[in-house]
């Protein structure tokens, strides 16, 4: 006689927010019912109502030992689940439904709604580091300077998207004055004029716009990207370096790596947190955490 062996199913969370990106996601649960394997998974899925509520559902995740959470929205949705997944345990995954999904590109998660499903049925994973900017956690990018302006204006602008970042960029290009910085990176002291100052985990801000193209998410280093001053007739120039991974080599950058970095600037101001404008003191400690999060990849 054969007896019917059970399978504990393992607990997913889906925690959707309904506007990033200006994409429509009241279908999105009908594609996990059709694409996500229901015999391994016991699914419960969320919108959020706000930045807090979506606070309120990773934290609850985590309360009712969730095996795997994730996170469908832009840069900015998956800081906020990811990090209360830290040293967890808990397995992070991402539908990338952001306006640039810096990321998900990195870790070559596709952007279609179903292949990104199908790869969380594989459960493949992989365990990178992250990022602590003061008290504020990052996995992809953080910088001060232009970046943090713009990333300031856009989450201000009335559209989302690319070609609203595009045009944010260049109308506030003519305007923004370089400022000086003083960076501590292991120890070692270096004062520069700096349009951008980019501390990297992951290698693009976005859109394939690649601010650190050797940066690597499981090597316990940061890449950081010291943007020089430059000419109006110059920014074409760097600009296709960033999209062709030549940036890092570019005689407008300074590249350096490092684990504990200091930024110090004249005043407190804007700082760019996965592309979320944040206002930050005028010191900024930025710490590595090796190996934080367990994300689930290709």
Not at 33 to 41: I, P, S, T, V
Not at 112 to 129: E, G, R, S, V
Not at 160 to 187: C, H, M
Request: proline share 4%.
């Amino acid at each position: 006689m054969c007896c019917k062996v059970s399978v504990l199913k393992k607990k997913i969370a889906f925690i959707i927010n309904p506007i990033s990106g200006g994409i429509n996601k009241e279908k999105f649960p009908s594609l996990i019912g059709r694409y996500l394997d229901r015999n391994q998974f016991d699914v419960e899925i969320n919108f959020t109502r706000s930045a807090e509520h979506n606070v309120e559902l990773a934290q609850q995740a985590v309360e009712q030992k969730k095996d795997i959470v994730i996170a469908v929205g832009g840069d900015g949705t998956i800081n906020n689940v990811a990090k209360y997944m830290v040293n967890t345990g808990i397995m992070f995954g991402i539908v990338p439904q952001g306006s640039g999904n810096g990321l998900a590109r990195h870790l070559r998660i596709p952007l279609n709604d179903i292949k990104a499903l199908q790869i969380i049925n594989k459960l493949h994973q992989k365990n990178i580091d992250a990022g602590m900017a003061n008290e504020h956690f990052f996995i992809n990018v953080a910088g001060a300077g232009f970046d943090a302006h713009v990333s300031w204006m856009f989450a201000n602008a009335p559209k989302r998207g690319f070609w609203s970042y595009t045009k944010i960029t260049l109308n506030e290009f003519a305007n923004y004055k370089p400022q000086v910085y003083e960076l501590v990176v292991d120890g070692k002291t270096i004062t520069r004029n700096a349009f951008i100052i980019c501390v990297a985990n992951g290698s693009q801000y976005g859109n394939n716009a690649f601010i650190a193209p050797q940066a690597n998410l499981d090597d316990g280093l940061f890449d950081i990207s010291i943007m020089k001053p430059f000419k109006p007739h110059q920014m074409p120039i760097i600009g296709l370096e960033m999209f062709l991974k030549k940036y890092n080599n570019s005689r407008y950058v300074d590249a350096l790596k490092g684990e504990n970095i200091i930024i110090k600037r004249a005043e407190k101001g804007v700082f760019n947190i996965d592309g979320e404008p944040i206002m930050m003191d005028k010191d900024i400690h930025i710490k590595m955490l090796p190996e934080a999060l367990k994300v689930i990849v290709p």
